[in-house]
Protein backbone atom coordinates (compact mmCIF):
# COMPACT_ATOMS: atom_id res chain seq x y z
CA UNK A 1 0.00 0.00 0.00
CA UNK A 2 1.37 3.20 -0.51
CA UNK A 3 0.28 6.96 -0.10
CA UNK A 4 1.47 9.48 -2.03
CA UNK A 5 5.43 8.71 -2.31
CA UNK A 6 5.74 6.56 1.17
CA UNK A 7 5.51 2.69 0.57
CA UNK A 8 3.76 0.95 3.41
CA UNK A 9 5.44 -2.47 4.16
CA UNK A 10 2.57 -4.03 6.38
CA UNK A 11 -1.27 -3.68 6.45
CA UNK A 12 -2.35 -4.75 9.46
CA UNK A 13 -5.61 -5.71 10.73
CA UNK A 14 -6.25 -5.05 14.66
CA UNK A 15 -7.87 -7.07 16.66
CA UNK A 16 -10.12 -4.50 18.32
CA UNK A 17 -8.91 -4.77 21.64
CA UNK A 18 -9.41 -2.06 24.00
CA UNK A 19 -12.83 -1.44 23.00
CA UNK A 20 -11.78 -0.05 19.88
CA UNK A 21 -13.43 -1.75 16.45
CA UNK A 22 -11.87 -4.21 14.38
CA UNK A 23 -10.08 -1.64 11.91
CA UNK A 24 -7.26 -1.94 9.22
CA UNK A 25 -4.05 0.31 9.36
CA UNK A 26 -0.33 0.66 7.56
CA UNK A 27 2.88 0.18 9.45
CA UNK A 28 5.01 2.90 7.23
CA UNK A 29 8.47 1.16 8.05
CA UNK A 30 9.89 -2.05 9.16
CA UNK A 31 11.54 -1.18 12.29
CA UNK A 32 9.89 -1.43 15.92
CA UNK A 33 9.42 2.48 16.18
CA UNK A 34 6.22 1.31 13.56
CA UNK A 35 5.77 -2.44 14.24
CA UNK A 36 6.74 -5.28 16.11
CA UNK A 37 6.06 -8.60 17.84
CA UNK A 38 3.60 -8.93 20.40
CA UNK A 39 4.76 -9.07 24.48
CA UNK A 40 6.83 -12.02 25.29
CA UNK A 41 5.52 -13.88 27.59
CA UNK A 42 7.23 -15.43 30.65
CA UNK A 43 8.02 -20.13 30.21
CA UNK A 44 5.17 -21.64 32.02
CA UNK A 45 5.81 -25.07 33.82
CA UNK A 46 3.38 -27.02 30.78
CA UNK A 47 3.06 -27.46 27.30
CA UNK A 48 0.30 -27.62 24.93
CA UNK A 49 -0.86 -31.56 25.24
CA UNK A 50 0.07 -31.97 28.98
CA UNK A 51 -1.71 -33.81 31.25
CA UNK A 52 -2.30 -32.27 34.47
CA UNK A 53 -4.58 -32.06 37.52
CA UNK A 54 -6.69 -29.02 38.14
CA UNK A 55 -8.47 -27.63 41.40
CA UNK A 56 -12.05 -27.13 40.64
CA UNK A 57 -15.32 -26.38 42.47
CA UNK A 58 -15.56 -30.16 42.46
CA UNK A 59 -12.10 -30.69 43.89
CA UNK A 60 -8.80 -32.15 41.69
CA UNK A 61 -9.86 -32.97 38.63
CA UNK A 62 -7.50 -34.34 35.43
CA UNK A 63 -7.18 -32.34 32.13
CA UNK A 64 -5.44 -31.72 29.23
CA UNK A 65 -3.23 -28.15 28.50
CA UNK A 66 -4.93 -26.82 25.42
CA UNK A 67 -3.17 -23.39 24.98
CA UNK A 68 -1.12 -21.01 26.73
CA UNK A 69 -1.32 -17.22 26.98
CA UNK A 70 -4.66 -16.50 25.33
CA UNK A 71 -6.28 -12.76 26.07
CA UNK A 72 -9.30 -13.01 28.10
CA UNK A 73 -12.45 -11.46 26.28
CA UNK A 74 -13.89 -10.30 29.20
CA UNK A 75 -11.11 -9.34 31.48
CA UNK A 76 -9.24 -8.16 28.03
CA UNK A 77 -5.89 -9.21 29.52
CA UNK A 78 -3.59 -11.87 28.98
CA UNK A 79 -3.80 -15.01 31.18
CA UNK A 80 -1.29 -17.93 31.19
CA UNK A 81 -3.61 -20.56 30.63
Known sequence: QSFGQMLNPYEVL???AGGETERTIYAPGDTDQF????MEFPP????RGDTVIAMT???WVEGTIISQWEKNPVAQKWCPY
Open 14 to 16: LDG
Open 35 to 38: IRLP
Open 44 to 47: TRFV
Open 57 to 59: EQG
